[in-house]
């Protein structure tokens, strides 16, 4: 019962690379965000997917894309990544009911250092 | 835009104390309200939901309030032990689910 994975962990790039974070979720969650945690910020809303081929934006969603082409894979892109991309980055779902939430599962969170 | 606020940034307690987390939120129209535990370099682990209907829910030590009409929220936890230690988001669930995140009360309990 894997819940949500985040692929990688860890990663250090360099200023102006590109990379692609990866999360999937085996509970047929219809919906599924991004987040990024910054010491003192708390947990932000970078783009989130009410379901599969959905996306949409959210708080800081400026140097990021997203896609959802299935439904157990959300995908962060960072086209050109600048040294204040640096944070964890959380990936979560959660399923639709009646209330509009339910429990959110997140994932264990990415790590990703910009030099 | 819903502002969720959690003071004190960081509380300090002796074991077997009991407290009281505070959350406030500044739009009242809410979906649900929940609380999260986050250890050191880990993710999000769930503790409680309430809905927007409920007043309070219970899981073992922990019990939540919800007063929508006023923005506040607390979490109890009685009896607190050294395994408590860790950093409580509260969050508010809006339009589409999206939630807002207070930025959390990292809180120490000493043996």
């Known amino acids: 019962n894997a819940g949500v994975t985040q692929t990688p962990k860890f990663r250090v790039l360099k200023t102006g690379q590109s990379m692609t974070l990866l999360c999937a979720q085996d509970?047929?969650?219809?919906?599924m965000y991004w987040y990024r945690q910054d010491p003192g910020m708390g947990l932000r809303l970078i783009h989130y997917?009410?379901?599969?081929?959905?996306?949409a934006k959210g708080e800081v969603p400026d140097g990021y894309n997203v896609s959802r082409l299935k439904k157990q894979n959300f995908l962060l892109g960072l086209e050109s990544a600048a040294p204040s991309q640096t944070s964890v980055y959380f990936c979560?779902?959660?399923?639709?009911?009646?209330?509009?939430?339910?429990?959110?599962?997140f994932g264990a969170g990415s790590r990703l250092t910009v030099l | 835009k819903q502002e969720v606020t959690q003071i004190p940034a960081a509380l300090s307690v002796p074991e077997g104390e009991n407290l009281v987390l505070n959350c406030s939120f500044t739009?009242?129209?809410?979906?649900?309200l929940q609380w999260f535990r986050q250890d050191p370099g880990k993710g999000l682990t769930s503790l409680l939901l309430?809905?927007?209907?409920?007043r309070e829910q219970t899981s073992g030590r922990l019990n939540a309030s919800l007063d929508k009409s006023s923005g506040r929220s607390t979490l109890y936890i009685a009896a607190s032990q050294p395994g408590d230690s860790a950093t409580y988001l509260c969050?508010?669930?809006?339009?589409?689910?999206?939630?807002?995140f207070g930025k959390g009360i990292t809180l120490s309990v000493r043996p």
């Open positions: 969050a508010v669930s809006g339009a589409n689910s999206k939630l807002t």
């Open positions: 309430i809905q927007s209907s409920q």
């Open positions: 979560a779902s959660a399923r639709q009911d009646f209330s509009g939430a339910n429990v959110l599962t």
């Open positions: 739009d009242s129209a809410i979906y649900n």
């Open positions: 509970m047929n969650h219809e919906y």
């Open positions: 997917s009410v379901g599969e081929g959905t996306t």
